[in-house]
Protein backbone atom coordinates (compact mmCIF):
# COMPACT_ATOMS: atom_id res chain seq x y z
CA UNK A 1 0.00 0.00 0.00
CA UNK A 2 2.47 2.76 -1.22
CA UNK A 3 0.42 5.98 -1.29
CA UNK A 4 2.86 8.42 -2.57
CA UNK A 5 6.16 7.65 -3.47
CA UNK A 6 8.72 10.74 -3.67
CA UNK A 7 12.49 10.18 -4.11
CA UNK A 8 15.05 11.05 -3.15
CA UNK A 9 14.55 11.26 0.77
CA UNK A 10 17.98 13.11 1.29
CA UNK A 11 19.87 15.43 -1.65
CA UNK A 12 22.76 17.91 -1.17
CA UNK A 13 23.38 20.31 -3.97
CA UNK A 14 25.87 22.57 -5.00
CA UNK A 15 24.83 25.89 -5.37
CA UNK A 16 24.09 25.71 -9.76
CA UNK A 17 23.68 22.34 -9.72
CA UNK A 18 20.02 20.93 -11.41
CA UNK A 19 18.16 17.85 -9.65
CA UNK A 20 14.68 16.06 -10.18
CA UNK A 21 12.60 15.09 -7.59
CA UNK A 22 10.47 12.37 -8.47
CA UNK A 23 7.03 11.37 -7.28
CA UNK A 24 4.36 8.69 -7.87
CA UNK A 25 0.92 7.75 -6.55
CA UNK A 26 -0.23 4.41 -6.71
CA UNK A 27 -4.25 5.74 -6.05
CA UNK A 28 -5.22 7.05 -9.49
CA UNK A 29 -5.30 10.17 -8.44
CA UNK A 30 -5.92 13.04 -10.91
CA UNK A 31 -4.89 15.78 -8.66
CA UNK A 32 -1.03 16.20 -7.74
CA UNK A 33 0.92 18.90 -5.83
CA UNK A 34 4.41 19.97 -4.76
CA UNK A 35 4.64 21.64 -2.09
CA UNK A 36 7.47 23.17 0.37
CA UNK A 37 8.31 23.49 4.17
CA UNK A 38 10.15 26.02 5.69
CA UNK A 39 10.13 27.06 9.21
CA UNK A 40 6.96 28.65 10.65
CA UNK A 41 6.26 29.43 6.63
CA UNK A 42 3.81 26.01 6.95
CA UNK A 43 3.52 24.56 3.28
CA UNK A 44 3.99 26.64 0.00
CA UNK A 45 2.53 25.38 -3.26
CA UNK A 46 4.78 25.66 -5.86
CA UNK A 47 2.94 23.95 -8.55
CA UNK A 48 -0.29 21.94 -8.81
CA UNK A 49 -1.62 19.28 -11.85
CA UNK A 50 -5.49 19.22 -11.73
CA UNK A 51 -4.93 16.23 -14.67
CA UNK A 52 -2.68 14.36 -16.74
CA UNK A 53 -1.61 16.99 -19.36
CA UNK A 54 -2.37 20.18 -17.32
CA UNK A 55 0.30 22.19 -14.80
CA UNK A 56 -0.10 25.48 -13.14
CA UNK A 57 2.04 27.49 -10.42
CA UNK A 58 1.23 27.96 -6.99
CA UNK A 59 2.29 30.40 -4.64
CA UNK A 60 6.19 29.87 -4.97
CA UNK A 61 6.67 29.17 -8.45
CA UNK A 62 10.07 30.50 -9.04
CA UNK A 63 13.17 28.86 -10.39
CA UNK A 64 11.40 25.19 -10.15
CA UNK A 65 9.63 23.75 -12.83
CA UNK A 66 7.62 20.59 -13.22
CA UNK A 67 6.58 17.80 -15.50
CA UNK A 68 2.95 15.67 -15.22
CA UNK A 69 4.62 12.76 -17.08
CA UNK A 70 1.15 10.54 -16.73
CA UNK A 71 -1.35 10.40 -14.21
CA UNK A 72 0.62 8.55 -11.90
CA UNK A 73 3.95 10.42 -12.15
CA UNK A 74 4.38 14.53 -11.50
CA UNK A 75 8.31 15.47 -11.32
CA UNK A 76 9.86 18.67 -9.96
CA UNK A 77 12.69 19.97 -11.17
CA UNK A 78 15.41 22.60 -9.67
CA UNK A 79 17.47 24.04 -12.89
CA UNK A 80 19.85 25.94 -11.15
CA UNK A 81 19.54 25.26 -7.69
CA UNK A 82 20.19 28.12 -4.93
CA UNK A 83 20.95 27.90 -1.01
CA UNK A 84 16.87 29.70 -0.97
CA UNK A 85 15.97 26.36 -2.36
CA UNK A 86 16.98 24.50 0.89
CA UNK A 87 13.39 22.93 1.95
CA UNK A 88 11.38 20.04 3.01
CA UNK A 89 9.68 19.29 -0.03
CA UNK A 90 6.27 17.10 -0.30
CA UNK A 91 4.50 15.44 -2.96
CA UNK A 92 0.63 15.10 -2.44
CA UNK A 93 -2.19 13.86 -4.55
CA UNK A 94 -6.25 14.11 -4.22
CA UNK A 95 -8.56 11.92 -6.27
CA UNK A 96 -10.61 14.84 -8.07
CA UNK A 97 -9.61 18.24 -6.41
CA UNK A 98 -8.75 19.09 -2.90
CA UNK A 99 -11.45 21.87 -2.53
CA UNK A 100 -14.12 19.70 -3.21
CA UNK A 101 -13.79 17.32 -0.41
CA UNK A 102 -11.00 14.79 -1.10
CA UNK A 103 -8.29 13.96 0.97
CA UNK A 104 -5.02 15.16 -0.18
CA UNK A 105 -2.63 12.55 0.62
CA UNK A 106 1.40 13.27 1.18
CA UNK A 107 4.52 11.53 0.33
CA UNK A 108 6.90 11.34 3.30
CA UNK A 109 9.17 14.17 1.88
CA UNK A 110 12.06 15.23 0.41
CA UNK A 111 15.36 16.86 2.58
CA UNK A 112 17.40 19.30 -0.02
CA UNK A 113 20.38 20.89 1.38
CA UNK A 114 21.76 23.69 -1.19
CA UNK A 115 25.32 24.75 -0.13
CA UNK B 1 -3.24 34.35 0.54
CA UNK B 2 -2.30 31.97 3.55
CA UNK B 3 -4.60 31.86 6.43
CA UNK B 4 -3.80 32.53 9.46
CA UNK B 5 -3.61 30.72 12.74
CA UNK B 6 -3.40 31.01 16.31
CA UNK B 7 -2.03 30.46 18.28
CA UNK B 8 1.61 29.53 17.40
CA UNK B 9 2.10 27.28 20.18
CA UNK B 10 0.13 26.01 22.90
CA UNK B 11 1.56 23.52 25.83
CA UNK B 12 -1.07 20.94 27.52
CA UNK B 13 -0.93 17.79 30.40
CA UNK B 14 -2.59 14.98 29.33
CA UNK B 15 -6.68 15.48 30.44
CA UNK B 16 -6.68 18.92 29.37
CA UNK B 17 -8.32 21.14 26.47
CA UNK B 18 -6.87 23.14 23.97
CA UNK B 19 -8.80 25.07 21.07
CA UNK B 20 -6.78 26.19 17.35
CA UNK B 21 -8.46 28.61 15.51
CA UNK B 22 -7.77 29.75 11.52
CA UNK B 23 -9.05 32.74 9.75
CA UNK B 24 -8.75 33.79 6.29
CA UNK B 25 -9.56 37.19 4.60
CA UNK B 26 -11.51 35.59 2.00
CA UNK B 27 -14.66 33.51 1.50
CA UNK B 28 -13.95 30.02 2.28
CA UNK B 29 -15.36 26.73 0.67
CA UNK B 30 -13.35 24.25 2.44
CA UNK B 31 -11.16 23.98 5.52
CA UNK B 32 -8.96 20.55 5.97
CA UNK B 33 -6.90 19.81 9.00
CA UNK B 34 -3.80 17.62 9.04
CA UNK B 35 -1.34 16.82 11.77
CA UNK B 36 2.19 16.52 11.42
CA UNK B 37 4.75 14.51 13.44
CA UNK B 38 8.42 15.87 13.51
CA UNK B 39 10.27 14.62 10.32
CA UNK B 40 6.87 13.14 8.65
CA UNK B 41 4.30 13.38 6.62
CA UNK B 42 1.39 15.35 6.92
CA UNK B 43 -1.53 13.47 8.24
CA UNK B 44 -5.11 14.14 7.72
CA UNK B 45 -7.34 14.79 10.29
CA UNK B 46 -11.03 16.39 8.55
CA UNK B 47 -12.54 18.21 6.54
CA UNK B 48 -15.34 21.00 6.57
CA UNK B 49 -17.24 22.05 3.52
CA UNK B 50 -19.26 24.88 3.61
CA UNK B 51 -22.58 24.72 5.14
CA UNK B 52 -21.09 24.99 9.32
CA UNK B 53 -20.76 21.51 9.64
CA UNK B 54 -18.77 20.38 13.07
CA UNK B 55 -16.96 16.75 12.85
CA UNK B 56 -15.48 14.99 14.92
CA UNK B 57 -12.54 12.50 14.72
CA UNK B 58 -11.63 10.39 18.05
CA UNK B 59 -11.48 13.69 21.06
CA UNK B 60 -10.66 16.07 18.13
CA UNK B 61 -13.52 17.95 16.71
CA UNK B 62 -13.60 20.96 14.06
CA UNK B 63 -16.11 23.27 13.43
CA UNK B 64 -16.32 26.13 10.09
CA UNK B 65 -18.08 29.23 10.14
CA UNK B 66 -18.22 30.50 6.63
CA UNK B 67 -19.78 34.20 7.73
CA UNK B 68 -16.65 34.65 9.48
CA UNK B 69 -14.48 32.36 6.98
CA UNK B 70 -13.14 30.75 10.01
CA UNK B 71 -12.77 27.40 11.54
CA UNK B 72 -11.68 26.19 14.96
CA UNK B 73 -9.94 22.52 15.72
CA UNK B 74 -10.80 21.61 19.35
CA UNK B 75 -8.51 19.09 21.51
CA UNK B 76 -10.48 17.26 24.39
CA UNK B 77 -8.98 15.78 26.94
CA UNK B 78 -5.33 15.40 25.48
CA UNK B 79 -3.40 12.53 24.78
CA UNK B 80 0.30 12.20 24.86
CA UNK B 81 -0.16 11.32 20.73
CA UNK B 82 -1.87 14.64 20.48
CA UNK B 83 1.55 16.43 20.07
CA UNK B 84 2.36 18.09 16.85
CA UNK B 85 2.53 20.87 14.26
CA UNK B 86 -1.35 21.02 13.35
CA UNK B 87 -2.36 22.86 10.08
CA UNK B 88 -5.09 24.18 8.50
CA UNK B 89 -5.72 24.14 4.27
CA UNK B 90 -7.66 26.43 2.96
CA UNK B 91 -10.15 26.48 -0.24
CA UNK B 92 -11.72 29.87 -1.69
CA UNK B 93 -13.93 27.66 -4.22
CA UNK B 94 -15.59 24.31 -4.84
CA UNK B 95 -13.45 24.31 -8.03
CA UNK B 96 -10.24 25.23 -6.87
CA UNK B 97 -7.36 22.47 -7.20
CA UNK B 98 -4.91 23.67 -4.47
CA UNK B 99 -4.97 24.59 -1.02
CA UNK B 100 -3.10 27.19 0.81
CA UNK B 101 -1.98 26.43 4.06
CA UNK B 102 -1.53 28.14 7.25
CA UNK B 103 1.70 28.64 9.37
CA UNK B 104 1.10 25.95 11.93
CA UNK B 105 0.17 25.51 15.50
CA UNK B 106 2.58 23.72 17.74
CA UNK B 107 1.20 21.07 20.58
CA UNK B 108 2.74 19.75 23.06
CA UNK B 109 1.12 17.38 25.68
CA UNK B 110 3.09 16.58 28.52
CA UNK B 111 2.05 13.67 30.90
Known amino acids: NAGVTQTPKFQVLKTGQSMTLQCAQD?????MYWYRQDPGMGLRLIYYSASEGTTDKGEVPNGYNVSRLNKREFSLRLESAAPSQTSVYFC??????????????FGEGSWLTVV | QQPVQSPQAVILREGEDAVINCSSS?????VHWYRQKHGEAPVFLMI?????EQKGHEKISASFNEKKQQSSLYLTASQLSYSGTYFC????????????FGAGTTVTVRA
Open chain 1, 27 to 31: MNHNS
Open chain 2, 89 to 100: GTAPRSNDYKLS
Open chain 2, 48 to 52: LLKGG
Open chain 2, 26 to 30: KALYS
Open chain 1, 92 to 105: ASTGVGASSGNTIY
